[in-house]
């Protein structure tokens, strides 16, 4: 065995052995109904939306809270397609190291605040020529995960080291 052969074949091991198991962002994606519960035109129908946040992102929030920006939102509402650039602000919320408790939300038209103590999550709406109102808020997460960037740059490393020695072998025989 020469010393480019040697050489190539401790790379690899090395970099199989010293590579760490491929780090993770916590993508959450979720749903949500929306059921108005207040009398007006709107009482009693329910609207529905998506959205998602890293679950890895949170940091300190409103009221002791903990938030991780919203990553993306779509709900259609009463006529109106809302997407995460037509809100003011958006966060998925939770209690300082607890569960997820609902968005703290801002659109034009209405607002979305998540549950704290025995109140449970809660969606604000005013619509001009419609009225004002509120609904409750049921949530459905969905976790996934998403490889961090550098987890591909590993991979490829892998791959690269893989295949010169491969090559390298080849030449050989």
Do not use: W
Not at 139 to 146: A, D, K, N
């Amino acid at each position: 065995m020469n010393i480019k052969t040697s050489l190539n074949a401790l790379a690899l091991t090395a970099g199989l052995l010293l590579a760490p198991v491929a780090a993770q962002a916590a993508l959450i994606n979720g749903s949500f109904d929306v059921t108005i519960d207040s009398a007006g035109p709107l009482q009693g129908q329910t609207f529905s939306g998506t959205f998602s946040f890293d679950d890895a992102a949170f940091g300190p929030g409103f009221g002791g809270d903990e938030a991780s920006p919203l990553l993306s939102f779509s709900f259609f509402f009463a006529g109106l397609d809302v997407g995460l650039a037509d809100l003011a602000y958006g966060d998925a919320v939770r209690p300082v190291g607890g569960d997820f408790s609902g968005l703290d939300a801002l659109g034009a038209v209405f607002s979305f605040a998540p549950a704290n103590g025995p109140i449970g999550a809660s969606f604000l709406f005013d619509i001009p020529g419609v009225g004002a109102g509120s609904g409750g808020v049921s949530f459905v997460l969905e976790p996934g995960t998403v490889p961090e960037p550098g987890s591909f740059g590993l991979l490829a490393l892998g791959l690269a080291a893989c295949a010169g020695l491969g090559a390298t072998r080849r030449r050989r025989h």
